[in-house]
């Protein structure tokens, strides 16, 4: 009797085991299948040294979709609908990672360790002088001769109902591209369930560093690029800007906008005032310049820093920031020399940027002048940019 009872409640056992098993397997199932409707991962090449790169394609309950690249964290195409609907990448970019390895202006990618120019690629922190690659004439841009937009970061995707996300993971070690201190850096992008492109950045060093970091995507909202960008209506929340020298690093000036081709204040069409007789467009050979955010709007990020309208299409694009800046490039350097996807050659201001950041060459101004961006060894940045898309 106990042995016809033991085997009973082995059987049992093996029962409720196996159930539960399948159980598991069928949630597990349930999660990847869910996973799997909302990111897909695919093998988009390899670097010359033979490190694989793979893109993956998030896309959320409504049908909006990224495709991202875990080289660079490149965005490669954003669809996003038209008033009527139409789905259209609202960003530059190339169609393979050859292109991008090549020669790219920055389509798309994370920049870092320090989004735009430092003077003389050079600063001084507690005594010491660090040098910096001097890339862009004698300053130094967007983190150097290979910053956070040439690397291989770690990716892992995630989802959440109806949103999807990629974690983006990269460890800069000490004195990379000149740099003092280990980094431990977090990028990640969510398409949310609200047409989002959510970008929140997280940086840990191990020493005292400068940390600015930014995304670099050229939008384009007349859909798969068909002209330029200059009848798109642009707002800055802002009610002032950072003159520039001639090689575009801020002289400390800070200046009203009152009436001035700078003022964006209202809803404006960019191309209107970008020809006329300025010495600051005339530097920046357009608009390239960082416009100040108040606290209490980036504190909140309910009141958005900038919005662009395109009225063709009726596309409409808010971008909210935590960041205390934010750096409006009109595409002039885009001269012809970038065929991109789908064959179309980007010529002079066909996409703009909207970078949101600290202000350029903070590293060599006084303590306290501006927003500071040093961070201290084992303390957290963070920063979050939110690209909201609508039609109107
Ligand atoms: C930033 C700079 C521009 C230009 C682009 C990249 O936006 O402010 O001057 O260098 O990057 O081409």
């Known amino acids: 009797m106990k042995f016809f009872n033991a085997i009973i409640s082995s059987l049992i056992l093996a029962l409720t085991l196996s159930s539960c098993k399948q159980e598991g397997t069928a949630e597990k199932k349930n999660q990847t299948a869910k996973m799997n409707s909302l990111v897909q991962k695919q093998a988009w090449g390899q670097l010359a040294d033979g490190s694989p790169v793979d893109l993956y394609t998030l896309t959320n309950k409504n049908g909006l ?9 490149i965005v490669v195409s954003l669809m996003t609908p038209d008033r009527n609907g139409k789905m259209e990448d609202v960003v530059l970019g190339y169609e393979t990672l050859d292109e991008y390895v090549r020669d790219n202006p920055y389509f798309g990618c994370i920049v870092g360790r320090y989004g735009n120019r430092i003077a003389k690629g050079q600063f001084e922190l507690d005594g010491k002088t660090y040098n910096l690659a001097k890339n862009n ?49 977090r990028v990640v992008y969510t398409l949310t369930k609200n047409n989002e ?8 060093p191990d020493k005292k560093t400068h940390v600015n970091l930014t995304h670099h995507g050229y939008f384009n909202l007349t859909g798969n690029a068909q002209r330029d960008i200059l009848d798109h209506q642009l707002s800055i929340t802002s009610n002032g800007f950072l003159e520039v020298d001639a090689s575009l690093i801020p002289t400390g000036s800070l200046t009203g906008l009152n009436g001035s ?5 209202k809803p404006k069409r960019i191309g209107i005032e970008i020809n006329t007789e300025h010495e600051q467009l005339k530097r920046g050979q357009g608009y390239d310049h960082c416009w100040l955010l108040s606290s209490s709007q980036t504190a909140s990020m309910k009141v958005p820093a900038a919005t662009l309208y395109e009225p063709v299409s ?15 490039y009109s595409g002039n350097f885009l001269d012809g020399k970038y065929k991109g996807k789908g064959g179309v050659v980007y010529q002079d201001r066909w996409g703009l940027c909207l970078e949101t950041q600290h202000f350029p060459d903070t590293p060599n101004r006084s303590q306290n002048e501006w927003p500071s961006t040093i961070v201290m060894p084992g303390s957290h940045y963070s920063s979050t940019t939110v690209y909201k898309f609508a039609v109107k």
């Open 65 to 73: 979709v990224a495709q991202i690249t875990n080289y660079g964290g």
């Open 137 to 185: 004439g004698e300053n130094h841009l967007h983190g150097g001769l290979k910053g956070f937009d040439k690397v291989i970061w770690e990716a892992v995707p995630d989802t959440s109902e109806g949103e999807a996300s990629l974690n983006l993971t990269y460890v800069s070690p000490d004195m990379e591209e000149g740099y003092p201190g280990n980094l431990e850096v």
């Open 197 to 204: 492109l959510k970008i929140t950045y997280f940086a840990t």
């Open 261 to 265: 081709p700078f003022d964006f204040k």
């Open 314 to 328: 009726g596309r409409y694009m808010e971008v909210f920031t935590t960041e205390p800046g934010i750096q409006f």
